[in-house]
DNA sequence: ATGGTTGGACCCCAA
């Protein structure tokens, strides 16, 4: 089963790159993030056509908004909000063998890197808590679980293109690395990009737009993550970063994170 | 130190 998270950035402009992203990938799954679109104008039409029938949204108008795309049923839906009721930012299903997938957008948490000044970095932390009480849940239960999406934040120090310079910049302050560190140790999730790339190896799955060439200068990060509950180990059989997506005509800032899973 | 770009809404906000 290959499984896909990528952040869309509108999914209403973007249906030609999410074309190519699904052919490119033969993706089972695609866990979208950033549709920015409300429940009732979701282009259905367009996203069955390319081979997606079994559809489940959550959105909202103009922000945040996540879907999980499938090839097949899936069951059990259910769709979150975290701390904050208007922040549509994670759905869940299950596939027929029980194995839960989860997709999360995380709070970018605004330019200032101090919850006092800033609220949406004070609500990025507080987000980030309540992922780590939400994955405590699952301790001990030997449930199968695969987290996806966007995470806003870049863990490792080759996970942006200067660790230095990043360090007060939200997405890689100490204290974000910490949070991200302390949810995975919670039931030791896998990193399935890094399980394939060793940490000394530069490796981004964004690019800012605001940059006149993207590819020259670039200055990625991170930010897009595919984990695994211990107990699916074994299943994972490869991953990568689809960095020709940045490419695309009309590309998002992020590309799409591809991991293939034997279940 | 600053500003650079994009998307969606509305005459600006979030990333």
Redesign the pocket.
Known sequence: MIIVTYNI??I??RIAELKQIAEKSNADIICLQEI??EDSLFPFDEVKSLGFPYIYISGQ???NGVAILSRFQLYDVQAYEIIDSSHKRHISAKLENGVEIHNFYA????DIADPIINE?FDFKLRFYEALIDWSNEAKNSNRKMIMAGDMNIAPLENDVWSHKQLLKVVSHTPIEVELMEKLRATLGWIDSSRHFVPASEKLYSWWS??N?DWKKSDRGRRLDHIWLTPNLASCLKSSYIMKEARDFA?PSDHVPVVTEINI
């Open positions: 950035n509108s209403r402009i920015k679109v108008k103009s922000y709070p970018a948490g605004g949406k737009y605001r006149q009309n």
